[in-house]
């Protein structure tokens, strides 16, 4: 498990005094006006920043960080991610989970067939979609028809079945016409 996780990515300055508009990677904007402080991405390591103005604009949230005054401090960072710790993540609900938990996951099918792991989490609107790899050992692998033998999973109810993050493991039905084959008329 990842001991940080992104809330956010630097998209570019606003204005000339140091503010900065973040593009949010979490389900609660709000949780913004909460957070005291950040950690900033350098590319080799991280800064740790407070916050001391949170502004909303669109879909994006504007920061100002203390001592951060003007538009060059902060201009070298766009594109960089802002991470919290897990201390200060929020707390998930029942059947809710941090992306970063899921990628990397082992998915196997309700009989205990091996499918592949999470490869990426899709944030579609309606329903998350799980970008699974499926392995070369998975017996399924011959009847993905998609040619980077990647199958896309709803993350439905009906579809996943069961998440054990300490096994790091997930259950899943696979639904008919998944695989890409064709579904009876």
Do not use: W
Request: glycine share 8%; hydrophobic share 35%; aromatic share 8%.
């Amino acid at each position: 498990m990842n001991d940080l996780l992104q809330v956010g990515a630097i998209t570019t300055t606003h204005g000339v005094r140091g503010e900065v508009k973040v593009f949010p990677m979490t389900d609660d904007v709000s949780r913004f006006k909460k957070l005291k402080k950040v950690l900033l991405d350098t590319g080799g390591s991280y800064l740790e920043l407070e916050i001391t103005q949170v502004k909303f604009f669109k879909n994006l949230v504007i920061l100002k960080f203390k001592g951060i005054d003007n538009i060059n401090e902060i201009e070298k960072y766009k594109g960089r991610g802002l991470f919290v710790t897990r201390e200060q993540a929020v707390t998930c609900e029942k059947d809710e989970y941090f992306i970063a938990d899921l990628l990397g996951m082992t998915v196997t099918t309700e009989e205990g067939d091996l499918l592949g792991e999470v490869k990426e989490v899709l944030k579609t609107g309606a329903n998350d979609v799980y970008v699974i790899k499926v392995s070369e050992d998975s017996p399924y692998v011959s009847r993905v028809t998609d040619k980077n033998k990647e199958l896309l999973l709803p993350a439905i109810r009906d579809c996943i079945r069961k998440v054990d993050g300490e096994k790091r493991t997930m259950q899943v039905y696979l639904m008919p016409g998944l695989l890409g084959e064709e579904t009876e008329r």
